[in-house]
């Protein structure tokens, strides 16, 4: 019987003693430093920054892990009762480590390796492993991780009160998808603060708890459904709720209003922008004052310069109108000679892209559509012609007296065509002419300077001879009309009077950075550049001839509120223009609108804000352009496809007036219909002075008199611009037809 009994008494006390070994090699920190009081107190979550808008409404997160902590009087008391109930019922009466669950747990699911017996973490124990995580110890791994978690619970305890655990351990824990904390949980699956969260939603989020993968409602919904009921029924065994209320809710469908804020939010494009920025300023401060911040964990507030309201107008113009466009242009391809053309571009891409290889391979790929991306299977040569016959556009707003930013929108969709084409570099065609014009207006000529519309050839440029957009001919258009009605030959005349030299000038003051060429073609518009720098470009013209730096960000704070950065304002201006020339192209360009190129912005659209413009359509109809301005906002738009060889055939369908001037008339239409909005980012333009306006008071096109055509008939055919080493040649009419021809 001795040695029975010796027996048993050395099973008792190793027993007794391996939990003692454990906890006394864990306390000494064999098992990896444990943290002290301090340490624990100064214990910070990685939180997201947040991006707010001009009005102070949520934009986007930059995080590393999305959390948006909150403090404990925000959480409601169903949401903390749910997470007891199924998590913790003593969690009140512990202090840290529930006796009787880790007796379960060492016995059941350690020596005798029943799994399903259940968890026996406290709150506190769990809050542990998020704060701190857990290590890989080989096939001790779990006792070890258990013995830390216990110890650092006690800590836990002994330096936070329980509302404070609470609140610590809501804002740690993972709910799936990336998303951490209950505050971001609640935006992600229900759009909502935690506040307002109703019983039946904070049970899902609490049942998620379990398993954040299987009982995702978005993903797994039964699954989520049948564990919000279990949260309801614990919340009902332990007396937080009553029967037939349980009853009640457990018979609800399970609604959810998912927002995933990362693949689709109202400016992704302006959001990758700013947290650009924000590195940047936070990079300054660095140099500056040695204090570092990340901007993916401490979570800042950006206070930027986006108009959400405004935002949401273009993004639905957006929409509507590229719709409709992406239509026609499919259709257009939808013949055998347009596919023949889309095949041959896609092998192209494909070798460039160097995947000719996977040309044929099939596979499930997500598509771009305005209907909601799609899933298809196809190869990979399809994917690339879908890819190339899509409608890229881009539309920027700013303000022109500030260079703050009111709405950004990069592209069709940021997830599946991320590159920005606000930044994107494209022919201007005919948005350029204003600049020309402008030059004229600082080089001198007068606004009723007329312009021959007779046909012109250049020499040595293969007999380049631009024809305008109604193809007629003859007469004279005054500078003012020219530009109204955007005609091609007089606006070559004026580039051969004006000359390449101020012209370039000009364009690298206004603040492009596409090298001008010194050919005839540039007056039509070949030169290059974004939105972002026509927006430049155009704010000099509506507010009064100064330069402008596009910005958006107003403000960088702490999460307590202080002010680690403000924009400051700008203490001196860079005038560009003078602000006659200012005021001269404003007014032409208003004409414009009123019934030049722009004028279905009035017509069509029904826009009544003041308003001028200038529409712009480059060769083939590659790209349409459109911007708008008056002194309180400049709008660019501009829309092509990512190959200029795929484009419309014709202009009423891929001209400047009919493919981007709807994105920024759309916009402008809703935006007239807010009266507030219109306040803010719509003034009237200041009156002309009388000098000015004698300046414009000629009219728009002329016949040609009795003296223009005697002085013509014995001009010579040729004419010799040795300045700017063109040679030009009128085409002549006969004498009868310039005496008493009329314009065709």
Known sequence: MKRPLKIILAIIVLALAVPLIFMGAAYSGAFGRLPGKKELLNFKNATASVVLSQEGELIGKIFSENRTNIAYGQLPPQLINALIATEDVRFYEHKGIDSRSLLRVFFKTILFSKRSSGGGSTITQQLAKNMFGRTNSGP??????????AILARRLEKVFTKQEILTLYLNTVSFGENVYGI??????????????????????????????????????????????????SQMEKYGYLKQAETDSLSKLPLKQDYSNIESRGPADYF??????????????????????????????????????????????????????????????YETASGKIMIGDISKKEIVRMNMTAKAGEIGQRQVFDWDGPRTLSISFADSVKLSLMLLHAGLLAVDPSSGAVRAWVGGIDFKTHPYDQILARRQLASTFKPILYATALEDGISPCNYLDNDSVQIKGYEEYSPG???NTYGGKYSFSGALVHSMNVPTLNLFLKVGFTRLDSLWRMLGFTFPLKNEPSLAMGTAEATIEETAIAYSAF????????????????????KIIWEK?????????????????????????????????????YGVTLPLAGKTGTSQDYADAWFAAFNPSLVIVTRVGASYPAVHFNNGSNGSGSALALPL????????QLNRVLTGQLSS?????????????????????????DFVDFFKKDKKTFDKEGFRARQKKKSFFQRLFGKKK
Request: net charge neutral; proline share 4%.
């Open 684 to 708: 009237p333009f200041p009156e002309l002075s009388p000098e000015l306006a004698a300046e414009l008071d000629c009219p728009d096109y002329r016949d040609n008199t009795m003296v223009d």
């Open 140 to 149: 001790f791994a779990i006792i070890i991780n258990k013995t830390r978690e």
């Open 183 to 232: 505050e971001s949980a609640a935006g992600r699956y229900f759009n909502k603060k935690v506040e307002a969260l109703k019983i039946e939603e904070s049970a899902v989020l609490i049942g998620i708890l379990k398993a954040n993968n299987f009982y995702n409602p978005r993903l797994y919904p039964e699954n989520a459904l049948k564990r919000r009921n279990v949260v309801l």
């Open 568 to 604: 400051e304002s700008v203490s001196a201006e860079e005038r560009v223009i003078s602000e006659r020339t200012s005021r001269l192209i404003s007014a032409i360009l208003q004409k414009a609108i009123m019934e030049g190129t722009g004028a279905s912005v009035r017509s069509v």
């Open 664 to 671: 920024a008339a759309l916009t402008l239409k809703q935006l």
């Open 468 to 470: 305008n957009f109604d």
């Open 542 to 561: 509506a507010n009064g001839g100064i330069k402008i730096r596009p910005y958006r960000i107003e403000s960088v704070r702490t999460p307590d509120g």
């Open 271 to 332: 959001l990758h922008q700013v947290k650009n920025d924000a590195k940047q300023i936070l990079q300054n401060i660095a140099s500056e004052t040695g204090k570092e911040y990340n901007i993916e964990e401490d979570g800042l507030v950006i206070v930027t310069t986006l108009n959400l309201t405004l935002q949401g107008y273009a993004g639905k113009s957006f929409h509507d109108h590229l719709a409709v466009m992406q239509k026609r242009l499919n259709e257009q």
